[in-house]
């Protein structure tokens, strides 16, 4: 059975590091992008981050350029977003997702739409 657990959410003071992961059964990662996102209170899903099948492709919205820092493990089948340099603003549910992109592929864009399946989600708040 496919499914996407995120985990590593919680509490943190402003100026904080989490380390989320996305830990992935029942299909092998090897072939697919994967892509973090996140959703506040009445706001849409955003696209976060995301990294290539190979591994070798990252990409990050600007709000977390230099504090995110995306990675991978295909031997486990799990995807780490190391979050530094927290503020209130990043404060949501945040996601995981797949996108199939087959071997060799350097490049991805972290688009909602293009995502799937999902994860239930690990809640960030930042706050003092």
């Known amino acids: 059975q496919l499914q996407l657990v995120e985990s590593g959410g919680g509490l943190v003071q402003p100026g904080g590091s989490l380390r989320l992961s996305c830990a992935v059964s029942?299909?092998?990662?090897?072939?697919?992008?994967v892509g973090w996102f996140r959703q506040a209170p009445g706001k849409e899903r955003e696209g976060v981050s995301c990294?290539?099948?190979?591994?070798?492709?990252?990409n990050y919205a600007d709000s977390v350029k230099g504090r995110f820092t995306v990675s991978r493990d295909n031997t486990v089948n799990t995807v780490y977003l190391q979050m530094n340099s927290l503020n209130p603003d990043d404060t949501a549910l945040y996601y995981c997702?797949?996108?199939?992109?087959?071997?060799?592929?350097?490049?991805?864009?972290?688009?909602?739409?293009?995502?799937?399946?999902w994860g239930q989600g690990t809640q960030v708040t930042v706050s003092s």
């Open positions: 997702a797949t996108q199939w992109q087959g071997t060799g592929i350097n490049a991805c864009v972290p688009t909602v739409a293009k995502f799937g399946p």
């Open positions: 029942g299909f092998s990662l090897d072939f697919y992008a």
């Open positions: 990294i290539s099948s190979s591994g070798g492709g990252t």
